[in-house]
């Protein structure tokens, strides 16, 4: 049990919660009343306390501006049917948060300051965590470079900070994509499996113009003259083909999913055969010529699982079946169930907050 004994809490004065209309979470839009606060200076990690979420400053020479030393994660807490709040698979987003950092030069914390934080934010901050089906409170953890100065260098300081929100249902509205055959998002070596700023920043443009297109989104690729196929946007992705659910194996150019990793869990719960080998967009376009792909999905904890409705692969537009109650939303009406209560948590990945 983390106790809340080291750590200081200064409460807000005045809430916000009374301002907020829990009908309209416009995503990324509404913070709860705190956030926890860290520094990294002289080797350690230090003066770890929740306050009222508001500004920080600092000089606009810190590295992290300039250098992208920078690396986030996204995670959420739940309303259980029984009322307590469940923070999902802690564990989980640590060890990749820690895998992000490293590959940043960036320095570890331990898990249990990470822990101690998170459960005492969301027990601070419970009374934000909606209760509509679908809705969730986000939770952003991140660092950044706070060293002042301009030189390129690895930063010696650092600051943690972590924000909630509130979201509602992502209105999953099935996705048009493109296979992206100029542009890639990462490449091996490079830092496509960290959670980092400068990924976001690089996919903007390829994004962007795929969406001036008419699409919502790309399917990314390695690169290679096969096309084979690594995410969706900012979303691991899918395949039902033949009834088997397939997604790209993990690399060091793929995001390494907690939404990826619970669905193939839960799929093999279900009895649905997984596959977690390497898709090219050859493959997929011959699959839907024979009329086997069945579905086709992104996961994230953002949206949990979003339905693609059409690929285009090199020019030519193929519509995909998003079935009602396919291997989708099977998986994901399982994950929403354990993520409540109504589910046994047979894998201990709630964090159960008792309020
Ligand atoms: C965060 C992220 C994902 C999804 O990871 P989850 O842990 O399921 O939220 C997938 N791809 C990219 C590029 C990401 O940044």
């Known amino acids: 049990m983390i106790t809340t004994e080291s750590m200081l809490i200064k409460k807000t004065s005045k809430s916000r919660l009374s301002e907020v209309d829990f009908h309209d979470l416009e995503f990324g839009k509404i913070i709860s009343d705190h956030m926890v606060i860290s520094d990294y200076k002289n080797d350690d990690w230090s003066n770890l306390h929740i306050e009222p979420f508001g500004d920080i400053s600092f000089t606009p020479t810190i590295l992290a501006l300039h250098y992208g030393q920078m690396v986030f994660e996204g995670m959420k807490a739940f309303r259980m049917t029984d009322g307590n709040v469940s923070i999902f698979r802690i564990e989980k987003h640590y060890e990749r948060f820690m895998r992000s950092l490293d590959r940043m030069c960036m320095p570890a914390m331990s898990l249990r300051m990470f822990e101690e934080g998170l459960i005492n934010l969301i027990k601070l901050d419970a009374p934000w965590v909606p209760s509509s089906e679908g809705s969730a409170l986000y939770i952003r953890p991140f660092v950044f470079a706070s060293e002042e100065r301009f030189g390129v260098k690895i930063s010696s300081e650092y600051k943690y900070i972590v924000f909630s929100g509130p979201v509602g249902p992502y209105y999953n509205k099935p996705l048009r994509v493109k296979v992206e055959d100029h542009y890639i998002r990462a490449t091996h070596g490079g830092t496509g499996f960290a959670k980092c700023a400068g990924n976001y920043g690089g996919s903007f443009y390829p994004t962007h113009l795929a969406k001036m297109q008419g699409f919502d989104q790309v399917l990314w690729t390695d690169g290679s003259p096969d096309l084979n196929i690594e995410e969706s946007g900012t979303m691991n992705v899918m395949f039902v083909i033949d009834g088997v659910l397939v997604t790209p194996p993990l690399s060091d150019s793929i995001l390494d999913g907690v939404t990826r990793d619970s669905f193939l869990t839960l799929a093999h719960e279900l009895g649905i055969h997984t596959q977690q080998r390497t898709v090219s967009a050859l493959e997929l376009e011959a699959a839907l010529q024979k009329n086997i792909l069945n579905e086709a999905f992104g996961t994230g904890t953002a949206a949990v699982a979003g339905p693609i409705q059409s690929i285009d692969i090199k020019g030519k537009d193929y519509s995909v079946p998003v079935p009602e109650n396919g291997v989708m939303v099977k998986i994901k009406n399982l994950l ?20």
Request: hydrophobic share 30%; no cysteine.
């Open 336 to 355: 929403t169930d354990i993520r409540t209560g109504k589910a046994p948590d047979k894998y201990h990945w709630n964090t159960v907050i008792k309020l």
